[in-house]
């Protein structure tokens, strides 16, 4: 069964940044529809970010701000996110399409605050 792990979150300040990374435990070559998403404390689950062959869509929320990339020779997938917000605060997933089911990371905890 493939798993996702996350890592790079943490706590920034206002304005600062983070790159947050999944590595999945098989070949990102297999993996469709690579996405991140965000939940907040006492909210819903909220999309993100979906990389795609076609292309990347973002929600409005974060674009501009959030860039998601692929480095496929290291099978790893990032979210370069600049310009933090405490709004932003949340517990971040990856999630990818492989071959028949969606996969989830287990998350990784960004809290943006002064």
């Known amino acids: 069964q493939v798993q996702l792990v996350e890592s790079g979150g943490g706590f920034v300040q206002p304005g600062g940044s983070l790159r947050l990374s999944c590595t999945p435990s098989?070949?990102?070559?297999?993996?469709?529809?690579m996405g991140w998403y965000r939940q907040a404390p006492g909210k819903e689950r909220q999309w993100v970010s979906t990389m795609m062959k076609s292309g990347t869509t973002y929600a409005n929320s974060v674009k501009g701000r959030f860039t998601v990339s692929s480095d496929n020779a290291k099978n790893i997938w990032y979210l370069e996110m600049n310009s933090l917000q405490p709004e932003d605060t949340a517990v971040y997933y990856c999630?990818?399409?492989?071959?028949?089911?969606?996969?989830w990371g287990q998350g990784t905890q960004v809290t943006v605050s002064s």
């Open positions: 098989a070949s990102i070559d297999s993996a469709t529809n």
């Open positions: 999630n990818a399409f492989f071959g028949t089911k969606w996969v």
